[in-house]
């Protein structure tokens, strides 16, 4: 059974179901705790997958044509891995829709009052062996996804001795100077070479604030590209260039 349009839409139906299933039953309290319970480990790992492809930017009903676009674009190197993951997700929710004798388009299959749903059937269709292998495979493949697709980030703080020394020898004010300097540097640069050629002028400025953390003035290292008429491609020249005098706020 496919699910056609939608990534993993069966789940979604699938969680609709379970709920029309457990209505008619009311009286039998350990089926519907059942069947509940099923229901919430659903919804629960859709939560999960929904929570992960809104991490990459997807939304909550992405087509398969929108996520191969988004693996191949953030994740080039698993893609089809990914994808791999999602279909066997797909699959996973198709066969649950069978079960659940389910479709895309109606209601459960030939099921017009909910009070004729057979018992045996039912029951059948929910062994604890089947409702376990179901959950346990959504939140396997969901595991394996959300790692895949997770970043590595930096912890935001770090007790370590280096980063505790950094920490102390950081100087905002010092970087919002250079920061302004630097401003005039990239005007200056954009006057000076305010001329014709082609291709226009490349410019890279070295910055490292620990070289720049003392009061005392140092050069800014600056590389700017030029073209010369024996060599068709271009070529860089090393520059420096010196601050005047400390930033009066500092001198105080």
Request: glycine share 4%; hydrophobic share 35%; net charge negative.
């Amino acid at each position: 059974m496919e699910v056609t349009g939608l990534v993993l839409g069966g789940i979604p139906l699938a969680i609709w179901a379970l709920e029309k299933y457990a209505e008619p039953f009311e009286a039998f309290r350990h089926y519907r705790t059942s069947i509940e319970t099923f229901r919430t480990d659903l919804i629960l790992q859709n939560r999960h997958l929904q929570t992960t492809l809104a991490n990459i930017g997807l939304g909550s009903d992405p087509t398969a044509e929108e996520l191969r676009e988004c693996f191949e674009r953030q994740f080039p190197s698993i893609s089809k891995e990914l994808l791999l993951i999602v279909q066997r997700m797909d699959d996973v929710a198709a066969t649950l829709l069978r079960n659940l004798e389910v479709n895309t388009i109606s209601k459960p299959a030939g099921m017009p009052d909910k009070f004729q749903w057979e018992w045996r059937r039912v029951k059948h269709s929910f062994s604890t062996k089947k409702r376990n292998k179901v959950v346990e495979d959504l939140r396997n493949w969901n595991d394996d996804l959300r790692r895949s697709l997770e970043r590595p980030e930096i912890p935001a703080e770090d007790d370590s001795i280096k980063v505790q020394y950094l920490k102390r020898r950081f100087n905002i004010q010092r970087c919002d100077t250079i920061r302004l300097c630097l401003g005039s540097l990239h005007r200056a640069l954009e006057y000076g070479f305010s001329c014709p050629c082609s291709p226009a002028h490349e410019a890279a400025i070295y910055l490292d604030w620990e070289a720049y953390e003392s009061t005392e003035s140092k050069p800014f290292k600056v590389a700017v590209s030029y073209n010369t008429p024996s060599h068709q491609s271009s070529s860089w020249h090393k520059l420096c260039f010196t601050m005047d005098t400390p930033p009066k706020e500092l001198e105080e």
